[in-house]
């Protein structure tokens, strides 16, 4: 009999007399997951019950959105891990399962991670909103917000492979042996890679210095549109007819460009007339002070009307406008212009402009009718 033992497995002499191992390691298995999902629904619950107490923004509301399903998984997990050393196996065996439960934690627990930024931009985004009026450290913020969460859930993604692979043994190795030849590939891997790094790093400077941030105006390539996105490598610019404009991230750090909100949204806009020298100006000033006074698209900062030029069959007026942002600009500009020309048709319509000919030296004196022989 003892002869017969000693051919047996060493991992398997201690559990000779009890119960099945497979049917033990199962129910374990099962109970760690069961009790899993009981702290993951007591949890949500009890967050599900504070977020309904808020309307408005509602920090667990959030939590429950972006971290419910990550939770769902990385739960049991733990319980699982935590009751690994019950179990009944081989070691060869446990040590596979002991592998492939740490690197689904690790997977786990990196979403968990990249889903809980989402709830921190959630918090940061209701304090900081976009919709007001001059929402100049709104953009601010949000810019740099935007650019660390896409650089933050790169260096999880990154951290996270590296792990994975780190589990295996086959991998160290090769890792050690490559690290003989990491500077001559740093050197490739530069040369190779010098615009993708190089747009990363003009996305740093950009997040921090912000010659542009989100929702600003710009005009750039001829272009006149508002900063949709800003990515790690490159801007996506929203074209006013709902086109989209996509530059690279370096370039608007060594090319020139216009930006119509680098201090605040407000602007000054213009609108040009050229009428007859017959216009008289007092009333075009009383009918433009009245149109100021009667539109909620000026703010009221910047109103004047004044001949800029005098050419030689007309003379150029110019009316300054002002307005909370660019797209009010535009709106008052076409206000002012349509008002101002019905304006002067209805009461004015002799100093529109025209052209004056002289036609008394181009035609001979009438021939008086005696000298008109009859046929």
């Not at 619950?45 to 923004?57: C, E, G, P, S, T």
């Not at 959630?122 to 001059?134: A, E, G, I, Q, R």
């Amino acid at each position: 009999m003892m002869q017969i033992q000693a051919k047996l497995p060493p991992d398997l002499l201690d559990y000779s007399q009890h119960m099945p191992s497979f049917i033990w390691n199962l129910c374990i298995a099962i109970t760690a997951l069961i009790i899993g999902l009981i702290l993951k629904f007591v949890t949500s619950r009890l967050l599900r019950i504070y977020a309904n107490k808020q309307n408005d923004y509602s920090f667990f509301r959030s939590f429950i959105t972006h971290l419910s399903t990550p939770v769902t998984y990385f739960i049991p997990l733990v319980v699982l891990k935590a009751m690994m050393p019950l179990m009944r196996m081989y070691k060869t065996y446990y040590a596979l399962l002991d592998r492939v439960t740490s690197i689904l934690l690790i997977i786990v627990f990196a979403i968990l991670l990249i889903r809980a930024i989402r709830v921190l931009e959630d918090y940061v985004y209701h304090f900081y909103d976009l919709n007001k009026s001059d929402n100049l450290k709104e953009r601010k913020i949000r810019t740099q917000l935007k650019f660390l969460r896409k650089l933050l859930v790169a260096i999880i993604v990154f951290v996270t492979i590296a792990l994975v692979l780190l589990s295996f043994e086959s991998f160290r190795k090769l890792g050690a042996g490559l690290l003989t030849g990491v500077g001559i590939g740093g050197i490739i891997i530069g040369f190779a890679a010098q615009n993708s790094l190089g747009n990363l790093l003009a996305g740093m400077q950009l997040a921090f210095t912000q010659p542009i941030r989100i929702d600003d105006v710009l005009v750039v390539e001829g272009e006149w549109g508002r900063v949709e996105d800003i990515t790690l490598t490159y801007v996506v610019l929203r074209i006013w007819d709902q086109r989209r404009l996509i530059l690279p991230i370096n370039y608007f750090i060594t090319k020139p460009f216009q930006n119509w909100t680098r201090i605040s949204a407000d602007i000054i806009g213009s609108v040009f007339l050229y009428m007859d020298y017959t216009i008289p100006l007092a009333p075009l000033r009383a009918e433009f002070d009245r149109l100021m006074l009667n539109t909620k698209l000026c703010d009221g900062k910047v109103k004047a009307l004044q001949v800029t030029d005098a050419k030689e069959r007309t003379m150029e007026i110019r009316m300054l406008v002002s307005a909370r942002n660019s797209s009010d600009a535009f709106d008052l500009r076409c206000y002012v212009r349509e008002n101002m020309i019905t304006f002067i048709q209805q009461n004015y319509p002799g100093s529109l402009p025209k052209i004056r000919t002289d036609i008394n030296d181009k035609f001979p004196q009438a021939i008086p009718e005696s000298a008109i022989t009859p046929l």
